[in-house]
């Protein structure tokens, strides 16, 4: 169907058909795992049939009650949106060093930000947890956020560094040329030039915090878990795991938190920002 | 409106990873002055510029403002206005809030900066532009809204980077009225880089050639284009003969050179010594196109190709240029480049002659060259 | 001061701070300071902190393995349990980061053109992004189950007789691994394929270039490098595989990977020194991996990236 609406004629060669079934296969499993789950998750008695057995919305409650979900979702945002505001003010400072300055050594600090996003979490997770847990971090929210910092850090490091780099040196130049100082030129000329970078390095953070299931699982504990780790907890705790529906329940609304946090993120970036800024600084 | 009288580098230098990217800069600008620093890319005149600014630290020498010595204050506190070779706009402010930047920066009464910049606007003609976003207007018109950005502030001293060199010919010639016009309606002190020769004798008052971080050559237009002391400086000045050779004799100032790859005694010129020649140096000679005179026919008797002066070759190339036919004229192993009114057949023998005057005979060394500071 | 002078013939009138400044160093460096003290103090001090702990091997280690201080190393390559996640981690991450980043390139190919739904069909690609792996694996469990409904159509059309065992080991591990990276090269990719100036194509399509011939010579050597990376950044992805390996995996059989071995150690056996060292080998195999990529790469491609790599 996509293929006929097609600009350019594809249809002759076998293998673009190849590459749409590849992409048709990939939507089925795609939709096919989250309806199920969404299905489920509404469902009653769902075993040996194509439905469940009638639908209900009992499970949301229960899983709610049971995991003490209000305290999850409110620990997930509240440690996502902290290691995005702390990622940010500690990154862009570096990454704007970095892609203005050569001084001795840069190599070694570029190389320094660029392991923790090549290593495996867990290679460098042991060793952090371990440390936490000896001074008495273990289990606290403090630690999930500290070491959520450690990927989210460099990630937003190296994002950023060539966002800065594409941004003419020549207009920080003229903005000294005319009388501004140091501080002057970050808040009135390169704070509204970087904003669509940051938000944009925001949102892939917010995304991997909340998504990031290694490191938050080896430090955290109860009233400290975020959603992904209550359902893995969920899933595999002693017992054979919690039923599937409220598991299903449980993973609905991880999307959904998931999502609203998007959406609410992206109402921030959007194309017609930079004109709407301009628009509010005539009025001053 | 500049309120200093004199501005003075000396021995300014600046030094990247042991490279001497400018060196013993030695340079009095006098109040209202408007002072070009033309050089091919890398010559240092960027760097001096930039040093001048603030905005690179120096490593040698100092800049001194009526006396008070200026290096050593950021480039905010030095009171310059810079117009950048990228424009340098702020994308996300409109001109009229690219114009007003400094003047906030500088804490003005909003009255006043309305005032100061809706006739700044008016100056560079962009005053139907003044709500636009920088990405909105032509190369042209940012480049205006840059200069306006820098002389709102009404600055001791302007400097402008290459300016012109991100626009399209006709502009540029345009621009280059405008920036003269502007110099003389506001009589602003202006230190102006390029590495077009044209541009620069067009604009400056003064002059200073730049080679690999020094000084070539300083003076003024009319001084740099008659009596260049270096062929390097001559090939600035539309010399665009630059022929190297040797010297058969020397007599008085006068000095009689063989081009290479000719017959013994065929292809020689006359020309004027400049510095000190001796029979057998290796010498670079300089000529415009326009001071060879072309002859289709072979001068004096017979014996075509001996007279003295005279440079018998074929014509290469003929290019139609207005009034006016360039020709490329292949004489032994050099091209020589000449103009005449009269287009030769391509192929064709013709015998070029220059006045002794206007032949320059330099030393093929250019470090011998001491640069030469004429008073203005 | 013997770094100025040379052929300066004026001295160095320049104070300290210049100088240092020459050498790129000023306040501005100072703006590092908060990035390098979270990189030190959470990344550089527990991961040497970790390397000291594998050389203190508890007791029963050491009785069980042997060798001194190394009883950990001893036991991670002795003990086939452990030995053999590294084979089994290999066995999943390798096919799954080749397949994901083979079968973008031929997607964001063809999503290169525009047609009418192409946002619709690039938001279904990355959606996975936002499912997460957890969500993912509870999707597979039911979707993909004994069950589910791919099961259930494909017992319905009569090409099977007996349910496929999709899940709950290697193949259902390999799915998540599949729905959740290829999204993320499908992406990078396609931003390596739109740095690649479009009038290259052209310029080869003038010279008599049919498409495989363009692919082959012109498109092909520009993407090797966004290949490169794009694989190490998937196979990093894939080769920490933890949640999936467990929930949709065979935890203890063949999707015994070295995640869950480190995690079993650290969680369960509370041997924090042994977990370290499966930890750091994990990091190991990881980097060695890596570096064979990006000398290959190396090797194989030498001139400017066409992409923004």
């Known amino acids: ?284 | 409106m500049s309120d200093f009288d004199s501005l003075e580098l000396r021995g300014v230098g600046r030094r990247f990873g042991g490279v001497d990217a400018l060196s013993g800069l030695d340079l009095t600008i006098k109040s209202g002055e408007f002072v070009a620093l033309l050089g091919p890319s890398g010559c240092g005149k960027s760097t001096a510029l930039n040093c001048l600014a603030g905005l690179l630290p120096l490593t040698h020498g100092e800049i001194l403002l009526d006396g008070k010595r200026i290096d050593t204050l950021p480039p905010e506190r030095r009171g310059f206005g810079m117009v950048f070779q990228s424009y340098a706009l702020f994308p996300h402010l409109s001109v009229e809030k690219n114009v007003a930047f400094g003047l906030q920066m500088q804490g003005r009464p909003r009255a006043e900066i309305e005032s100061r910049v809706r006739e700044a606007i008016k100056l560079v003609k962009l005053d139907e532009h003044a709500k636009k976003l920088p990405g909105q207007l032509s190369g042209g018109q940012q480049q205006r809204v840059a200069i306006a950005r820098a002389v709102v502030l009404e600055p001791s001293l302007v400097l402008m980077d290459e300016p012109l060199s991100n626009l399209d010919a006709k502009l540029r010639l345009d621009m280059r009225t405008e920036i003269r016009r502007l110099h003389q309606s506001l009589g602003l002190t202006t230190i102006y880089v390029t590495h077009d020769q044209e541009e620069a004798l067009s604009l400056a008052d003064r002059l200073v050639v730049m080679r690999e971080g020094r000084v070539q050559q300083v003076g003024t237009p009319d001084e740099l284009y008659e009596s260049p002391t270096s062929w390097y400086v001559a090939d600035f000045m539309g010399y665009r003969n630059i022929l190297p050779a040797t010297v058969v004799s020397v007599s008085g100032g006068e000095a009689v050179v063989q081009l290479p790859g000719t017959a013994d005694g065929g292809a020689r010129l006359t020309g004027s010594a400049v510095g000190v020649l001796s029979a057998g140096d290796s010498v670079r000679v300089a000529i415009r196109p326009d001071d060879f005179v072309v002859a289709q026919d072979p001068p004096g008797s017979a014996g075509a190709g001996t007279v003295p002066g005279t440079v018998p070759g074929t014509v290469s190339v003929v290019e139609y240029h207005g009034r006016e036919h360039a020709v490329g004229v292949q004489t032994g192993d050099t091209m020589l480049h000449a103009r005449t009114p009269v287009a030769p057949q391509v192929g064709g023998s013709v015998w070029l002659t220059a006045p002794v005057e206007r032949v320059l005979v330099f030393p093929d060394s250019l470090d011998a060259v001491v640069p030469v500071e004429v008073a203005a | 001061m013997s770094g100025v002078g040379g052929q300066q013939t004026g001295r160095a009138t320049a104070s300290l701070r210049h100088r240092l400044a020459e050498r790129g160093i000023d306040p501005t460096l100072l703006l590092l300071v908060p990035g390098l003290v979270v990189a030190l103090a959470l990344f550089v001090y527990p991961f040497s902190y970790g390397i000291g702990l594998t050389v203190q091997p508890t007791a029963a280690m050491q009785e069980q393995w042997g060798g001194g201080i190394l009883a950990n190393y001893v036991a991670f390559f002795r003990d086939p349990f452990v030995f053999d996640s590294v084979w089994l981690t290999m066995r999943l991450a390798l096919p799954a980061a080749l397949f994901n980043v083979l079968a973008s390139v031929p997607v964001a190919m063809v999503l290169r053109h525009r047609f009418r739904g192409k946002r619709l069909l690039t938001s279904l690609l990355v959606l996975p992004i936002t499912l997460g792996t957890v969500l993912t694996a509870q999707g597979l469990l039911i979707f993909a189950g004994r069950q589910g409904w791919i099961n259930r159509a494909l017992l319905e059309i009569g090409l099977i007789d007996e349910p496929l065992k999709l899940v709950n080991n290697y193949l259902g591990v390999m799915f998540s691994l599949v729905i959740t990276g290829f999204p993320f090269a499908f992406l990078l990719i396609s931003s390596y394929l739109s740095g690649i100036d479009p009038s290259l194509e052209r310029a080869a399509k003038t010279l008599g270039a049919g498409w495989w011939q363009r692919f082959r010579r012109i498109i092909l050597p520009l993407l090797a490098p966004g290949l490169a990376t794009t694989f190490v950044l998937t196979f990093v992805l894939a080769f920490s595989v933890f949640p999936s390996a467990r929930l949709v995996g065979d935890a203890m059989g063949e999707t015994r990977v070295m995640s869950l071995m480190a995690f079993r150690a650290f969680g369960e056996q509370n041997d924090y020194a042994m977990a370290s060292t499966i930890a750091l080998m994990m990091g190991a195999v990881e980097l060695l991996v890596v570096a064979a990529v990006l000398g290959l790469r190396s090797l194989l491609y030498r001139g400017t990236t066409g992409g923004k790599g």
């Open chain 1, 1 to 284: 169907m996509a293929v006929s609406t097609l600009e350019r004629p594809l249809a002759a060669r076998p293998s673009t058909w190849f590459v749409w079934a590849g992409m048709a296969a990939f939507a089925v499993f795609l939709l096919g795992i989250l309806i199920a789950v969404v299905v489920d998750s509404f469902g009653r008695q769902w075993f040996d049939t194509w439905f469940p057995e009638g639908l209900t919305t009992d499970r949301y409650t229960e899983a709610w009650d049971r995991f003490a979900l209000g305290e999850v979702v409110g620990v997930t945002v509240f440690v996502a949106v902290t290691v995005v505001v702390v990622s940010v003010l500690v990154g862009v400072p570096a990454a704007y060093v970095l892609a203005r300055r050569d001084f001795p050594g840069k190599r070694a600090v570029m190389l320094l930000f660029l392991l923790p996003v090549l290593m495996p979490p867990i290679t460098y997770g042991i060793p952090l947890a371990t440390v936490m847990y000896s001074f008495g971090l273990g289990r606290t929210l403090t630690a999930v956020v500290l070491v959520n910092l450690v990927p989210s850090v460099p990630f937003v490091i190296l994002t950023m560094t060539p966002f800065i780099e594409q941004i003419n040196p020549a207009i920080e130049s003229a903005a000294r040329m005319c009388g501004a100082r140091t501080r002057q030129v970050f808040t009135r000329v390169l704070a509204p030039l970087l904003v669509p970078g940051i938000l944009a390095a925001a949102i892939l953070v917010l995304v991997r915090t909340v998504g990031l299931f290694e490191l938050t699982f080896l430090v955290s504990g109860p009233g400290s878990d975020t959603l992904v780790v209550a359902i893995y907890r969920g899933m595999t705790s002693a017992g054979g795991g919690e039923a599937r529906q409220l598991i299903s329940a449980m993973s609905v609304i991880y999307t959904a938190t998931m999502l609203v946090m998007l959406v609410v993120a992206l109402r921030f970036v959007n194309p017609t920002q930079l004109v709407a800024q301009v628009k509010e600084t005539r009025d001053d």
